[in-house]
């Protein structure tokens, strides 16, 4: 790590150091743009049920996301495997911390079968952190890959993987079942990792997404970054940089949303204005494919996305 890196880790540590010290401070009121509808179709209500049915854990309300009216409307889910707990406490995720249950030996075969019964063309499949387990999850994520090509095989899948811890051979097993989009979030600026994903390292998620693609160049990878938590723009810029020298296709760019008042507290709203110049900016610096309003998720419209990402590499012709 060089002497800048270091410089730029402890100024994001130090630049809400009373925030850092009490999550409960109030965040401020949320404009017009990044008000939501309360869910309230048929469509949306039959997704739920076939959810619950199938015995399913979503990130879509584990995470609170602000889309799951539109995406359940639309019988879009993102399934969360590995259990509903995770064994990591980051300051943004409303996922339940805690020692998790065993695995499901059922949800494999619960997910491909959920998969076909909806109808998807793209299934994204997320986890929560499982540090506890010898390969962090990753044989499970294969299992559930492997039998979702095997029920659907005209399904694209996307994982959206935690770092594995870099446990030796984990990213291994994931690539090796041939997922199409390999997804990992970077989700913030390094200096801001201390006090918001502390049981993360930068550098370690970066090198887990330039891994990937050594692993197999025709994969397509993909990040996420949450902006609103006290990141400068020129930090945003870096991170852009750092996400193309290891080759990944997409970013996503969205707000961060506190999701309780134990949360980390949102510094500020980000006018869509700069949204859309991060957006330009992503793109100049090389990104196949770049998602960057309020309002973005890492799985939002993955489907739409990933015809534009083929669309947008066969343009380009080339992997890099």
């Known amino acids: 790590m060089t002497d800048e890196n270091i410089r730029i880790i402890k100024r994001g540590a130090a630049r809400h150091p009373e925030k850092a010290r009490n999550p409960e401070m109030p965040s401020p009121p949320k404009p017009d743009w990044i008000r939501v509808k309360v869910p309230v179709s048929p469509q949306y209500h039959a997704t739920h049920e076939l959810i619950r049915r199938h015995k399913l854990v979503t990130v879509c309300e584990e995470a609170a996301c602000p889309n799951i009216g539109e995406c359940w409307q639309q019988k879009h889910a993102t399934v969360m495997i590995l259990g509903d707990t995770c064994t990591r406490a ?180 980000v006018p869509p204005t700069e949204f859309k110049e991060y957006e330009e900016m992503a793109y100049a610096k090389g990104f196949l494919m770049v998602s960057s309003s309020p309002l973005t998720r890492s799985s939002h419209h993955a489907g739409e996305d990933f015809a534009k990402l083929r669309a947008a590499r066969a343009k380009r012709g080339s992997t890099a």
Do not use: W
Not at 238 to 264: C, E, K, N, W
């Open 90 to 269: 980051c300051a943004f995720c409303n996922v339940a911390t805690g020692k998790p249950n065993a695995l499901d030996p059922h949800e494999p075969e619960n997910l491909a079968n959920a998969t076909k019964e909806l109808g998807l063309n793209h299934m994204v499949i997320t986890s929560v952190d499982r540090d506890d387990l010898e390969d962090g999850g990753a044989q499970h994520f294969a299992e559930c890959i492997l039998r979702l090509r095997h029920v659907s095989p005209a399904t694209t899948i996307e994982v959206l993987t935690p770092d594995f811890k870099g446990k030796e051979g984990a990213l291994e097993i994931v690539v090796a079942a041939k997922p199409d989009v390999f997804n990992h979030n970077i989700e913030t600026v390094p200096g801001l990792y201390p006090r918001i994903r502390p049981g993360a390292r930068y550098y370690i998620s970066l090198r887990l997404l330039q891994r990937a693609k050594e692993l197999d160049a025709t994969l397509f990878t993909k990040s996420g970054l949450m902006v609103g938590l006290g990141e400068s723009r020129e930090e945003v810029f870096q991170v852009m940089d750092d996400l193309r020298s290891a080759r990944v296709d997409f970013l996503t760019i969205g707000q961060y949303l506190q999701p309780t008042p134990r949360h980390a507290p949102i510094d500020r709203y």
